[in-house]
């Protein structure tokens, strides 16, 4: 069975400094792992995806994540936040033998003081 | 491609009203998705289609629930009858490999 788990419902960061959002997730087998961002009001954007490729994932935005299989880990980051990346953020997983079916994590809110 | 639509974007309905949410995936896509979001609840999955076919619905609330996918390019959601804590965001996802792409949402408000 998966599971995904995010460390921090809530964090906030001053604008301009680094940002680092973290997930934990539980795999059977080997998993394709996403994050999406939830800006209010708005639907869900895929940010990035890994899927067995490279482990350092590039995505829309500046951010990125690193697949850290020995530790379990998929966490995202962004060296420079802005004040439009306040938004929820979901780390999604899905093993190969799921189908298309996601398991999300509960979601971590970022807020970005000036 | 103009990603998933749905609608209407916005619903306010009286308690015991026939509700229908629309869906229409993206072009190609076999799989697609129904999640309800809530502040209580977070985003729940509701139910999912493979090939038009229902195969996990698992997520459904109750027998007020229900969907369909007639075809490839259109699926509907309906609530009948519909209560108020029916209310909620309903989001539409369609996907054609691992990665699920999701619609704008439905904000449904029933009264």
């Known amino acids: 069975a998966q599971s995904v788990t995010q460390l921090d419902s809530h964090v906030s960061v001053s604008e301009g400094t680094p940002v680092l959002l973290r997930c934990n997730y539980s795999s059977s087998y080997s998993p394709s792992l996403f994050w999406y961002v939830q800006h209010p009001n708005k639907g869900l954007q895929l940010l990035l995806k890994?899927?067995?490729?490279?482990?350092l994932v590039k995505g829309i935005n500046g951010f990125e994540a690193e697949f850290k299989k020995s530790e379990t880990s998929f966490h995202l980051t962004k060296p420079s936040a802005h004040m439009s990346d306040a938004a929820e953020y979901f780390c999604v997983v899905r093993e190969y033998n799921a189908g298309n079916m996601l398991t999300f994590g509960g979601g971590t809110r970022l807020m970005v003081k000036p | 491609d103009a990603g998933v639509i749905q609608s209407p974007r916005h619903e306010v309905t009286e308690m015991g009203q026939e509700v229908t949410l629309r869906c229409k995936p993206i072009?190609?896509?076999?799989?697609l998705f129904w999640y309800r979001q809530t502040m209580m609840r977070g985003l729940e999955l509701l139910i999912y289609f493979n090939n038009n076919v229902p195969i996990d619905d698992s997520g459904m609330p109750e027998d007020r629930f229900s969907a369909k996918m007639p075809n490839a390019s259109f699926s509907t959601l309906k609530i009948q009858p519909s209560e108020p804590r029916d209310s909620a965001v309903y989001f539409c996802?369609?996907?054609?490999?691992?990665?699920?792409?999701f619609g704008p949402g439905t904000r449904l408000t029933v009264l």
């Open positions: 996802a369609s996907s054609g490999d691992p990665t699920q792409y």
């Open positions: 072009s190609g896509h076999n799989s």
């Open positions: 890994y899927t067995s490729a490279a482990t």
